[in-house]
């Protein structure tokens, strides 16, 4: 019986040997899980009963397991190596059949699968061209062909345009000068567009002048008028002031005495336009017209009264005291501006010749829109945006501001125009979109879109000289590009979306400018996230999904049998397996360029070795012993 006992002790120190053994010899194998043996003692047991005091019968070993605690994680400098944090096991497929592992060195083969070292192909879900997720699983895969080129088809630019901005444009009207004849008697009112209402101009009296109608015009708001009189003497000739005996001139302004003239020795019109231009009173100016163009035409002279009082004028040969026979009376004429404000001009009584001069006016445009002058728009940004096949092409944004629809009472006006490589898009070389904000800043609409967004759908992509560069063009029917545009695209339409913009009293500043085009690029490197998906990195600063990692955990994980290379195959103990992504459900996360080392402590499997030796040594002794004792039981005879 002691013979027994003792070889049973020396099988199970020896398996606790070989077991400590193994685990010291893989301290250093990446994802290897230690072991350990449990062991269970023998009694010799009759069919019916065990016996009162039974004797053991040594020691057997009932299980040699398996310990899956977490290991330490370390980092490494291959971007594919990857390392579980929790529970769960890659999932790898060796020629059809499936193991599991938790070594996580990773690598390409020759046809751009994710495979360990032993070329077992790493499982995973799949992902589209485009870079989603499909849930499908299968071998992973890497790409390492170029990536195409994608056109922009949607920019979103969110940014504050400054409302303490001025309305850098001057729209007006010059109304052709309009003698005040014509005005006598008429009363008229003037019509605004900003919400301010009308006004009425004070009635023109009969017998106003040009000062004192353009004095009633001026009071009204947006408007500006000047007056002057003036008197062109084409009946008088140098030779009338040279051969007169005695040339006189008497020139009176709104019905005052004549101003004093020293007309002494004058020979000529410049004589004579001299001596009024010497005389006392600053308001009168003289000229002589040549008509350089005609030399059969005579000069003439002309003379000014520069604020619209009615004007005499009298000349001719004669004596002192006695009447000139050349004697007429001008009326001043008027000249009109008005801004953008005055929307038009309704007669209420008199003359409608203010009225239909007004009408006949177009507006002139002062400091209007150019986009290479800085001072005509407020706030300008660029980005870039691609064609179809890739080229990169600048585009800019101007904005300019606008005079209030409501007088600036809860609303704002801004204008937008839309440049692409130096060549106005979207129609805004036509008219520019209007955009509304309302009294807190925040964005109304966009020529009605209360979305914010234009669709541009008439640009030619270009090369640098100025041709078609052979990319997608224009839709065939503009009208009929919607938001947001369904991919794949077939033409360069895009939308600028302006949905986030607003009118704070703040500096002007762009928050953020993103659009969904970009160049070809070539692979540059992997990354893989800690939910297992794998991106690739670009040159062109683009990135995409390839696919991501899937794991495995079990019931039983103990149940799980080890076929080498640091792999496990499921069994029927182990049950099946609940696949995932990693960090989903009770799956772990992944550590990228990381592995996980072998859970084995090496101090503690030393510490375990002694003990294996001993416990070897003492079981030697008692089959010794044993021996002994046989041996003396047989010398007794």
């Given at each position: 019986?002691?013979?027994?006992?003792?070889?049973?002790?020396?099988?199970?120190a020896?398996?606790?040997?070989?077991?400590?053994?193994?685990?010291?010899?893989?301290?250093?194998?990446?994802?290897?899980?230690?072991?350990?043996?449990?062991?269970?003692?023998?009694?010799?047991?009759?069919?019916?009963?065990?016996?009162?005091?039974?004797?053991?019968?040594?020691?057997?070993?009932?299980?040699?397991?398996?310990?899956?605690?977490?290991?330490?994680?370390?980092?490494?400098?291959?971007?594919?190596?990857?390392?579980?944090?929790?529970?769960?096991?890659?999932?790898?497929?060796?020629?059809?059949?499936?193991?599991?592992?938790?070594?996580?060195?990773?690598?390409?083969?020759?046809?751009?699968?994710?495979?360990?070292?032993?070329?077992?192909?790493?499982?995973?879900?799949?992902?589209?061209?485009?870079?989603?997720?499909s849930?499908?699983?299968?071998?992973?895969?890497?790409?390492t062909?170029?990536?195409?080129?994608?056109?922009?088809?949607?920019?979103?630019?969110d940014?504050?345009?400054?409302?303490?901005?001025?309305?850098?444009?001057?729209?007006?009207?010059?109304?052709?000068?309009?003698?005040?004849?014509?005005?006598?008697?008429?009363?008229?009112?003037?019509?605004?567009?900003?919400?301010?209402?009308?006004?009425?101009?004070?009635?023109?009296?009969?017998?106003?002048?040009?000062?004192?109608a353009?004095?009633?015009?001026?009071?009204?708001?947006?408007?500006?008028?000047?007056?002057?009189?003036?008197?062109?003497?084409?009946?008088?000739?140098?030779?009338?002031?040279?051969?007169?005996?005695?040339?006189?001139?008497?020139?009176?302004?709104?019905?005052?005495?004549?101003?004093?003239?020293?007309?002494?020795?004058?020979?000529?019109?410049?004589d004579?336009?001299?001596?009024?231009?010497?005389?006392?009173?600053?308001?009168?100016?003289?000229?002589?017209?040549?008509?350089?163009?005609?030399?059969?035409?005579?000069?003439?002279?002309?003379?000014?009264?520069?604020?619209?009082?009615?004007?005499?004028?009298?000349?001719?040969?004669?004596?002192?005291?006695?009447?000139?026979?050349?004697?007429?009376?001008?009326?001043?004429?008027?000249?009109?501006?008005?801004?953008?404000s005055?929307?038009g001009?309704?007669t209420?009584?008199?003359?409608?010749?203010?009225?239909?001069?007004?009408?006949?006016?177009?507006?002139?445009?002062?400091?209007?829109?150019?986009?290479?002058?800085?001072?005509?728009?407020?706030?300008a940004?660029?980005?870039?945006?691609?064609?179809?096949?890739?080229?990169?092409?600048?585009?800019?944004?101007?904005?300019?501001?606008?005079?209030?629809?409501?007088?600036?009472?809860?609303?704002?006006?801004?204008?937008?125009?839309?440049?692409?490589?130096?060549?106005?898009?979207?129609?805004?070389?036509?008219?520019?979109?209007?955009?509304?904000?309302?009294?807190?800043?925040?964005?109304?609409?966009?020529?009605g879109?209360?979305?914010?967004?234009?669709?541009?759908?008439?640009?030619?992509?270009?090369?640098?000289?100025?041709?078609?560069?052979?990319?997608?063009?224009?839709?065939?029917?503009?009208?009929?590009?919607?938001?947001?545009?369904?991919?794949?695209?077939?033409?360069?339409?895009?939308?600028?979306?302006?949905?986030?913009?607003?009118?704070?009293?703040?500096?002007?500043?762009v928050?953020?400018?993103?659009?969904?085009?970009?160049?070809?690029?070539?692979?540059?490197?992997?990354?893989?996230?800690?939910?297992?998906?794998?991106?690739?990195?670009?040159?062109?600063?683009?990135?995409?999904?390839?696919?991501?990692?899937?794991?495995?955990?079990?019931?039983?994980?103990?149940?799980?049998?080890?076929?080498?290379?640091?792999?496990?195959?499921?069994?029927?103990?182990?049950?099946?397996?609940?696949?995932?992504?990693?960090?989903?459900?009770?799956?772990?996360?992944?550590?990228?360029?990381?592995?996980?080392?072998?859970?084995?402590?090496?101090?503690?499997?030393?510490?375990?070795?002694?003990?294996?030796q001993?416990?070897?040594?003492?079981?030697?002794?008692?089959?010794?012993?044993?021996?002994?004792?046989t041996?003396?039981?047989?010398?007794?005879?």
């Amino acid at each position: 019986m002691a013979f027994n006992t003792g070889l049973s002790g020396l099988r199970a120190a020896s398996v606790d040997l070989d077991v400590t053994g193994n685990n010291i010899a893989n301290a250093s194998t990446v994802g290897f899980k230690g072991s350990k043996v449990q062991f269970g003692d023998l009694y010799a047991n009759g069919f019916l009963s065990g016996g009162t005091n039974p004797i053991g019968d040594g020691v057997r070993v009932q299980d040699v397991k398996q310990s899956f605690g977490q290991g330490n994680i370390s980092f490494t400098d291959s971007g594919l190596d990857m390392a579980i944090s929790g529970d769960g096991f890659f999932i790898l497929s060796n020629n059809g059949e499936t193991r599991y592992s938790r070594a996580g060195q990773f690598g390409i083969d020759k046809d751009g699968f994710v495979v360990n070292n032993q070329n077992m192909k790493v499982q995973g879900y799949t992902a589209d061209d485009d870079g989603n997720l499909s849930g499908v699983r299968g071998d992973l895969a890497i790409e390492t062909g170029n990536l195409a080129p994608r056109r922009t088809t949607n920019l979103v630019t969110d940014l504050n345009l400054d409302s303490r901005q001025p309305v850098l444009e001057q729209r007006i009207r010059n109304i052709a000068p309009i003698n005040v004849a014509s005005l006598r008697g008429s009363e008229f009112t003037f019509n605004y567009n900003d919400g301010t209402g009308n006004y009425q101009v004070s009635p023109i009296g009969a017998n106003a002048s040009a000062a004192e109608a353009a004095s009633s015009i001026n009071a009204a708001p947006g408007v500006t008028a000047t007056a002057s009189t003036s008197a062109t003497l084409t009946a008088l000739s140098d030779s009338d002031v040279s051969n007169a005996a005695n040339f006189r001139m008497e020139i009176k302004i709104g019905g005052s005495a004549p101003i004093a003239l020293d007309l002494q020795n004058v020979a000529t019109l410049e004589d004579v336009a001299a001596a009024i231009n010497n005389s006392s009173q600053s308001s009168v100016s003289a000229s002589v017209i040549d008509h350089d163009d005609d030399p059969n035409t005579d000069p003439v002279l002309r003379i000014v009264q520069d604020s619209g009082e009615l004007l005499e004028v009298a000349y001719g040969d004669a004596p002192n005291g006695t009447p000139l026979a050349n004697n007429q009376a001008y009326d001043g004429e008027l000249v009109v501006t008005t801004d953008r404000s005055v929307d038009g001009v309704t007669t209420d009584s008199g003359s409608t010749s203010f009225e239909v001069a007004f009408n006949a006016t177009d507006f002139t445009e002062i400091n209007a829109f150019n986009p290479i002058d800085q001072r005509t728009y407020n706030h300008a940004t660029s980005t870039k945006i691609y064609d179809s096949l890739g080229n990169t092409h600048e585009m800019t944004q101007f904005f300019v501001k606008e005079p209030s629809p409501n007088g600036g009472v809860g609303q704002s006006q801004w204008s937008i125009y839309i440049e692409i490589d130096g060549e106005m898009v979207a129609g805004t070389d036509q008219q520019p979109y209007t955009a509304l904000f309302n009294q807190d800043g925040q964005l109304e609409s966009i020529n009605g879109d209360v979305n914010g967004e234009i669709i541009i759908a008439d640009w030619v992509p270009k090369d640098p000289n100025g041709a078609p560069n052979g990319a997608d063009g224009p839709p065939a029917n503009p009208s009929s590009v919607v938001s947001p545009i369904p991919l794949p695209a077939d033409s360069s339409a895009f939308v600028l979306d302006l949905g986030r913009a607003t009118q704070y009293g703040a500096t002007f500043g762009v928050n953020n400018q993103q659009q969904n085009g970009y160049t070809t690029g070539r692979l540059s490197g992997l990354d893989v996230s800690g939910e297992g998906v794998i991106f690739a990195r670009y040159t062109n600063g683009q990135s995409k999904a390839l696919g991501q990692v899937a794991l495995a955990s079990f019931n039983n994980t103990n149940g799980l049998s080890p076929v080498g290379d640091t792999t496990w195959v499921e069994s029927f103990e182990s049950g099946q397996p609940v696949i995932g992504a990693p960090d989903t459900g009770t799956l772990g996360s992944i550590k990228a360029s990381s592995v996980e080392e072998s859970n084995v402590d090496l101090s503690a499997e030393l510490v375990n070795l002694i003990i294996a030796q001993r416990n070897y040594q003492a079981n030697a002794k008692t089959i010794e012993t044993s021996d002994a004792v046989t041996q003396t039981i047989i010398n007794l005879r």
